[in-house]
C-alpha cells in the first residue's frame, strides 16, 4: 500500500519525539543529583500538548498547589495593564518623574538630576584623566557616555538592519567625531559613517535604559564632550536623553570593568479586570483575565492564582550571596570569555517589595510589585525568567527554596517564561565595590 508524503512525514516525526522523550526521561533521572529536584516518573510525569501544539513540561517541587504551565504563566504575565509601567519609564527618561515616587522610604542620594537615581558607583580613577603624555595607541580619545532611553520606543540595544535600536541611533550620531582616517576607510568600503559604541550590557527590545554605559573613541582630537552630547540628545529627542559624557583612561571598557548590574522590574498586580491580586495566601482562586479553557483547568486542578509579595521576596532572597549557575534560567545562553563556568552569577542583592504608582491623568493609582535585582553579571533574559517564576512559585505555595532547587533541573522548561519586558529596566551600572545600602529596597 503506498503512504502519502505528508503521512510518511507525520510518522516519523512521531518516532522522533518518542525517542527524544524517552531520552530526555532518562538524562533527568541521572543528572537530579541528591534528590534535590524530584522529576516525576514515567507514571506521573507528562508532557502537556496544548491546542496549539507547544510542549510544556511538569516537575513536581513540593508545593500547596499545582503549579501554572507555561500558556497559563505567559497569559497572566500578557494580562496586565503594561500601560502605566511604560508612561512611568518614559516621564524617567524625559526627566519628568523619579524612582523616589515608587520608594518614599528610601534614602536616595543627591544627583543632578532628580529623575534618575543616583548612581551606585563612586567616582574613580576612571572617570576623569588627562589626555597629555601620551602617544601611539594611548594618544586616542575615550569616552564615556551614560545614556538614559525608553524600551518601548525602540526594537532593543543590538543594531540591526531595518529596526531602530538604541546602538543605530547613538552610532549614526557619533559618525560625525569619527577621525579622518577612519572616515575614508568607511568611505571606502562604501558603509555609512558611524562611530562605535561598546555598551555595559544589551538590552532587549522593550526594556528601559535609566543610566545605560557605553563608551566611544577617536583620534580626532577636536573632540569634546558637550559635542558628544548634544549630537546625541538631538537623534531622538524625547526617547533617548545623555546623562553625562566624560572623558576617561583607554583600559575602560563599559563591560569587563563593570563589577555589577542594577535591576528593577515592575510588575502591576492589577489585572484588566482591576481586581487586587497582592497580599494573597494562596488559599483564593481568582480567575480574573484568564481565558475559559485556562479556567476550567485552573478549577479542575485547584491552582492558585493569588501570589504574596513578601513570599516572592523570600524566594528572592534565598539568592543572595551566592554564586550559582543561572542556565536554567537563562535562554540561548553562550560561552563567554570570562573566567569560570559561562554560566555563573554572583547575587549581591533580591529583593521584592509592593508600591504604588505615581497617579495617572486618568487619576487612577496603580498597585505593582517591584523586584530589585543586582549581580555581578545576568544572563540572557534571566531576569525575566527569575520574575515570572518566582511570582509562580509563590501562586503554587512553594518552599523558600524552590528557585535554588531549580538550579538542579535539566530542561529549561521547569521554569516560566520570560516574563514581559515592559516592567524591566537597567538602572545603573558600577565600576566600584558593590554597597548594599545604596539599594532601593532596603526593608523586608
Known amino acids: 500500500m503506498l503512504i502519502s508524503f505528508s503521512r510518511r512525514m507525520s510518522i516519523a516525526k512521531h518516532h522522533i519525539s ?46 500547596k498547589h499545582p503549579r501554572w504551565n507555561a500558556r497559563e504563566s505567559f497569559e497572566f504575565m500578557s494580562l496586565r495593564p503594561w500601560q502605566p509601567i511604560n508612561h512611568f519609564y518614559l516621564n524617567l527618561v524625559h526627566a519628568t518623574s523619579s524612582l523616589s515616587l515608587l520608594f518614599p522610604s528610601q534614602t536616595l542620594l543627591n544627583h543632578d538630576d532628580a529623575a534618575i537615581p ?8 576612571l572617570e576623569s584623566v588627562a589626555s597629555k603624555n601620551r602617544s601611539g595607541r594611548w594618544e586616542r580619545l575615550t569616552f564615556k557616555i551614560v545614556l538614559s532611553y525608553h524600551g518601548g520606543s525602540f526594537d532593543g540595544w543590538q543594531k540591526q538592519p531595518g529596526l531602530n535600536t538604541v546602538q543605530g541611533v547613538v552610532e549614526g550620531s557619533l559618525g560625525k567625531f569619527v577621525d579622518e582616517r577612519k572616515t575614508q576607510q568607511l568611505k571606502d568600503r562604501g558603509v555609512p559613517i558611524e562611530g562605535c559604541a561598546t555598551v555595559a550590557g544589551r538590552t532587549d527590545k522593550g526594556v528601559t535604559g535609566l543610566q545605560q554605559v557605553c563608551s566611544f573613541y577617536t583620534w580626532n582630537k577636536d573632540v569634546k564632550p558637550r559635542d558628544i552630547e548634544d549630537a546625541i540628545n538631538h537623534a531622538a529627542p524625547g526617547k533617548l536623553r545623555v546623562i553625562s559624557v566624560s572623558e576617561v583612561s583607554r583600559a575602560f571598557h563599559p563591560n569587563f570593568s563593570a ?81 569560570g563556568p559561562p554560566t555563573e552569577c554572583f547575587v549581591y542583592h533580591a529583593r521584592a517589595m509592593e508600591a504604588k504608582l505615581p497617579i495617572t491623568d486618568f487619576g487612577e ?54 516574563a514581559p519586558p515592559d516592567g524591566l529596566c537597567l538602572v545603573d551600572v558600577g565600576y566600584a565595590e558593590f554597597d548594599p545600602k545604596k539599594c532601593l529596597i532596603q526593608e523586608e
Not at 543616583?118 to 580613577?125: C, G, H, Q, R, T
Not at 486542578?301 to 543561572?326: A, I, P, Q, T, W
Request: proline share 4%; net charge positive; aromatic share 8%.
Open 18 to 63: 518518542s525517542f527524544a522523550f524517552a531520552f530526555h526521561t532518562k538524562s533527568i533521572h541521572k543528572h537530579s543529583p541528591n534528590n534535590h529536584l524530584f522529576f516525576s516518573s514515567s507514571s506521573s510525569m507528562e508532557l502537556e500538548i496544548e491546542q496549539a501544539g507547544h510542549v510544556h513540561y511538569n516537575h513536581t517541587l513540593p508545593s
Open 118 to 125: 543616583p548612581p551606585l558607583s563612586d567616582k574613580i580613577a
Open 259 to 339: 563589577k555589577w548590574r542594577h535591576y528593577l522590574y515592575i510588575f502591576p498586580l492589577i489585572s484588566k479586570g482591576h481586581r487586587d491580586q497582592s497580599n494573597g495566601n494562596g488559599d483564593v482562586n481568582d480567575y480574573n483575565g484568564i481565558d475559559s479553557a485556562c479556567k476550567d483547568e485552573l478549577e479542575s486542578e485547584k491552582k492558585s492564582y493569588v501570589f504574596s509579595v513578601r513570599k516572592v521576596n523570600r524566594l528572592l532572597r534565598e539568592l543572595e550571596g551566592k554564586l550559582l549557575s543561572y542556565k536554567i534560567f537563562a535562554r540561548d545562553t553562550k560561552a563567554s570569555r570570562n573566567e
Open 365 to 418: 493609582e496603580t498597585s505593582v510589585m517591584c523586584v530589585e535585582l543586582v549581580a555581578n553579571r545576568f544572563l540572557r533574559k534571566m531576569v525575566r525568567v527569575l520574575v515570572a517564576t518566582s511570582i509562580r512559585e509563590a501562586a503554587a505555595g512553594a518552599e523558600d527554596d524552590a528557585l535554588l532547587k531549580l538550579m538542579d533541573a535539566t530542561c529549561r522548561r521547569a521554569t516560566a517564561p520570560p
